[in-house]
C-alpha cells in the first residue's frame, strides 16, 4: 500500500516468466540424471517403486513440454507407478539443478512392459 519495495517484485516476476518458459536440452538432463537420479542403492536417493523391493527401474528422461515444464520419465520392469516420495525427489533435484524458480513442474511416468514371447 505504501509502494515500499515495489521495485523488487519485476525482477522475481521476470525470474518467474523465465523459468516458465525454460527448456532444458536432453544433453544437460542425460548429466543431470546420471549426477542425481541413478545412484547406486546406497545414495540419498528414495526408492522408484512403491515398496522398497519393487523391480521399477527410471531409464531416463526428457522434456516435453514448457508453460509449465514438463518432464517424461520412462520406467521399466515392475509394476508402473513412481512413489509420491520419488517423484517429489526428482522434482525438488530439478528444481536445484536448473533453477525452476515459482513455477510448477510436471512429471509423467511411460512404463515399458516387457512382453512374453509364447511358444
Same mark, same amino acid.
Not at 14 to 36: G, K, S, V, W
Given at each position: 500500500?505504501?509502494?515500499?519495495?515495489?521495485?523488487?517484485?519485476?525482477? /522475481?516476476?521476470? =525470474?518467474?516468466?523465465?523459468?516458465?518458459?525454460? !527448456?532444458? #536440452? +536432453?544433453?544437460?538432463?542425460?548429466?543431470?540424471?546420471?549426477?542425481?537420479?541413478?545412484?547406486?542403492?546406497?545414495?540419498?536417493?528414495?526408492?522408484?517403486?512403491?515398496?522398497?523391493?519393487?523391480? /521399477?527401474?527410471? =531409464?531416463?528422461?526428457?522434456?516435453?513440454?514448457? !508453460?509449465? #515444464? +514438463?518432464?517424461?520419465?520412462?520406467?521399466?520392469?515392475?509394476?508402473?507407478?513412481?512413489?509420491?516420495?520419488?517423484?517429489?525427489?526428482?522434482?525438488?533435484?530439478?528444481?536445484?539443478?536448473?533453477?525452476?524458480?515459482?513455477?510448477?513442474?510436471?512429471?509423467?511416468?511411460?512404463?515399458?512392459?516387457?512382453?512374453?514371447?509364447?511358444?
Amino acid at each position: 500500500m505504501s509502494g515500499q519495495r515495489v521495485d523488487r517484485i519485476l525482477p /522475481l516476476v521476470r =525470474q518467474a516468466y523465465e523459468a516458465r518458459h525454460r !527448456r532444458i #536440452p +536432453t544433453a544437460q538432463l542425460n548429466d543431470f540424471f546420471e549426477r542425481a537420479i541413478d545412484q547406486p542403492r546406497g545414495g540419498t536417493a528414495p526408492s522408484a517403486g512403491k515398496s522398497g523391493y519393487s523391480r /521399477l527401474k527410471v =531409464q531416463y528422461l526428457t522434456q516435453v513440454g514448457i !508453460r509449465p #515444464p +514438463t518432464f517424461v520419465v520412462f520406467t521399466s520392469g515392475g509394476k508402473p507407478g513412481l512413489h509420491f516420495s520419488y517423484e517429489r525427489y526428482l522434482l525438488n533435484r530439478l528444481r536445484e539443478a536448473f533453477d525452476f524458480f515459482a513455477t510448477p513442474l510436471r512429471v509423467i511416468e511411460k512404463h515399458k512392459n516387457k512382453k512374453r514371447k509364447e511358444g
